[in-house]
């Protein structure tokens, strides 16, 4: 790909809130857009190039932008707040879904921005909680109305991938029972009681994500690609399939020749032909990509 001029973030800005100072009669054409075509599932593809701070941190305030323009433009509702109230209600009580791992973490920026939204949709500081290992003893968990599923993609020793389906895989009581085959069954997590139908927005994080590594719990620097974006959808199948495209992609670039993770991210692909939890189908995705769009391998 031709290397191109990196959008400011003002440009970025401007960009993506455009629907939201536009005329009224504008209005109802970016609603008609939040809609995907039939038959197919709407992801968002978010990437600013400003998004790290020198200490390789991500900024909040882009973090912020980033997440306010995904909502925007998978709800078509033209404020942060507006798009929020239409996935959460006043009196959900809402367990946000984070991923821990000590290297590559959801960070509490991600964290931070998915919280103070909710807040602002009503819904009270007592009701909603962030978890990982502990969701099982977590009573909001335990009582959730909604869920938010916000983690990294990464290679994994067991799953190929850590993906939004796998991000489940602490629901149940024994996680390592879903290890065989290399975890081609995870897709079955999200029909237990305590998750089906509850999940309202998944956040696939790609601010750095791994695209290799070697056995369990590994992790290299060298292994790391700041790709800088985000990947949001209602269908946490789509929005998998489209990061895996991605970090299959970055491979290439990074070894010169196709190089297949090893254990395949099967489960990805069964998740929509056996469970139907959602579309892998690129051409039943409706990818948006909005932003920096250097090596964006989508």
């Known amino acids: 790909m031709r290397p191109r001029r990196p959008i400011t973030r003002r440009e970025f800005i401007r960009t993506a809130s455009a629907a939201a100072i536009a005329a009224p009669a504008?209005?109802?054409?970016?609603?008609?857009?939040?809609?995907?075509?039939?038959g197919k599932s709407r992801v968002v593809l978010l990437r600013d190039i400003n998004l790290l701070d020198e200490n390789g941190q991500p900024r909040q305030d882009v973090v912020q932008e980033m997440l306010d323009t995904g909502l925007k433009t998978l709800t078509g509702q033209p404020d942060?707040?507006?798009?929020?109230?239409?996935?959460?209600?006043p009196d959900d009580i809402v367990g946000i879904k984070n991923n821990r791992w000590g290297y590559l973490q959801t960070?509490?920026?991600?964290?931070?921005?998915?919280k103070m939204r909710i807040l602002e949709a009503g819904v009270k500081d007592s009701n909603v909680s962030i978890d990982d290992l502990g969701v099982l003893?977590?009573?909001?968990?335990?009582?959730?109305?909604?869920?938010?599923?916000?983690?990294?993609m990464r290679s994994h020793h067991w799953a190929g991938v850590g993906s939004l389906i796998k991000n489940y895989i602490m629901?149940?009581?024994?996680?390592?029972?879903?290890?065989?085959?290399s975890c081609a069954d995870l897709a079955s997590i999200w029909d237990l009681p305590i998750i089906k139908g509850k999940t309202r927005l998944?956040?696939?994080v790609m601010f750095t994500p791994q695209f290799h590594s070697f056995g369990p719990h590994s992790f290299n620097p060298k292994y790391?690609?700041?790709?800088?974006?985000?990947?949001?959808?209602?269908?946490?199948?789509?929005?998998?399939?489209?990061?895996?495209?991605?970090?299959?992609a970055i491979r290439r670039e990074y070894f010169g020749d196709d190089r297949p993770l090893n254990p395949p991210a099967k489960h990805i692909a069964i998740a929509d032909t056996k469970y139907?939890?959602?579309?892998?189908?690129?051409?039943k995705i409706d990818l948006i990509k909005i932003g920096y769009d250097k090596d964006i391998f989508v």
Not at 31 to 37: S, T, V
Not at 107 to 114: E, F, G, K
Not at 137 to 152: D, E, G, K, M, Y
Not at 276 to 283: I, M, R, V
């Open 171 to 181: 629901f149940l009581p024994e996680p390592i029972t879903i290890h065989p085959d």
């Open 26 to 38: 504008l209005l109802s054409a970016q609603q008609e857009r939040a809609a995907a075509p039939a």
């Open 107 to 114: 960070t509490p920026q991600v964290q931070n921005a998915l």
């Open 202 to 204: 998944n956040v696939l």
């Open 224 to 248: 790391v690609w700041k790709y800088y974006g985000l990947l949001m959808g209602f269908d946490p199948v789509a929005v998998d399939a489209t990061g895996l495209r991605i970090i299959e």
């Open 137 to 152: 003893q977590n009573p909001i968990f335990l009582r959730s109305t909604a869920l938010i599923n916000a983690r990294p």
């Open 276 to 283: 139907q939890l959602g579309t892998a189908d690129p051409a």
């Open 80 to 89: 942060p707040q507006s798009a929020w109230k239409t996935i959460i209600k």
